[in-house]
Structures are given as structure tokens and as C-alpha cells.
């Protein structure tokens, strides 16, 4: 078997479905992704109307692999990386990060892969909106 250094990519956010799609080709992949998002949508009801934050992202993401998310403000970035997280609910579609199914997880199940599995760097100090400094 062989085996491939760390590899970087960089998935345009907010690009057409396609280009959500980009994987990285390797003629003897045989290690399984770690994290897959298969057509993940965020919607968000306010009373202006429906705000689509993220829609019809897909994505499979390998061992070793270092990805950068690039976009346009607006283009979806953190939100993909909070449904990944378990931070935040897709409308729609499906992920996965290790054995756990994010979009189908209780909060148990969340509890641990954000205890356990998945980290956030933060480019400032400020915590997120939506949470408290105790959760």
C-alpha cells in the first residue's frame, strides 16, 4: 500500500456545486474519508424572509489532508465548519465526522465528537454569538 504525504487543497466556497465537489485524486485511495458532507443546506427563517447560509455543499475530507475553505464573505465558510462541528443544524443533506452522522446525532452523541474529535482556532478572542461562555 502506498502512502501519500500531507496534501493541501483549497475548496471555493460558494463556487457552482461542482466546485464543491473537488476532491483530490489518487490513483490507489485506499483509506476511507474521515469527514463527508453530501449536499448540506442551511437555511435561516428571519422576518425578512429565508437567508440561505450554505447550499448543497459537499465534501470528503482524508487523513493527512490540510483543507482551506476560501469564499467571499457570506459564501457559507463558518457555517459548513459549525454544522461539521456540531455547532449549528443543516436544513438539509447529510454529514459525517469519524463514525458519528452529525445530521442524525443526539446531543450525547455531539457532546463527544466536539469533546473528542473536532477543534476551532479562533482569528480573534470573541466566543460565538450563539453560545455562552459555560457551554
Known amino acids: 500500500m502506498s502512502r501519500c504525504g500531507p496534501v493541501t487543497r483549497a475548496l471555493q466556497a460558494g463556487a457552482e456545486p461542482e466546485r464543491h465537489e473537488a476532491r483530490l485524486r489518487m490513483s490507489e485511495r485506499s483509506v476511507e474519508p474521515v469527514v463527508t458532507a453530501s449536499d448540506l443546506s442551511v437555511t435561516h427563517v428571519?422576518?425578512?424572509g429565508e437567508v440561505h447560509a450554505l447550499v448543497g455543499a459537499s465534501l470528503e475530507l482524508y487523513p493527512g489532508e490540510l483543507v482551506v475553505?476560501?469564499?467571499?464573505?457570506?459564501?457559507?465558510?463558518?457555517?459548513?465548519?459549525?454544522?461539521?462541528?456540531?455547532?449549528?443544524t443543516a436544513s438539509s443533506g447529510s454529514a459525517r465526522v469519524g463514525?458519528?452522522?452529525?445530521t442524525d446525532a443526539s446531543e450525547r452523541d455531539l457532546d463527544r465528537v466536539r469533546r473528542e474529535d473536532v477543534a476551532f482556532i479562533f482569528q480573534s478572542f470573541g466566543l460565538l454569538d450563539a453560545l455562552t461562555a459555560a457551554e
Open 46 to 48: 428571519t422576518p425578512a
Open 69 to 88: 475553505l476560501i469564499g467571499p464573505s457570506g459564501a457559507g465558510k463558518t457555517t459548513l465548519l459549525h454544522v461539521l462541528g456540531g455547532i449549528e
Open 99 to 102: 463514525e458519528v452522522v452529525i
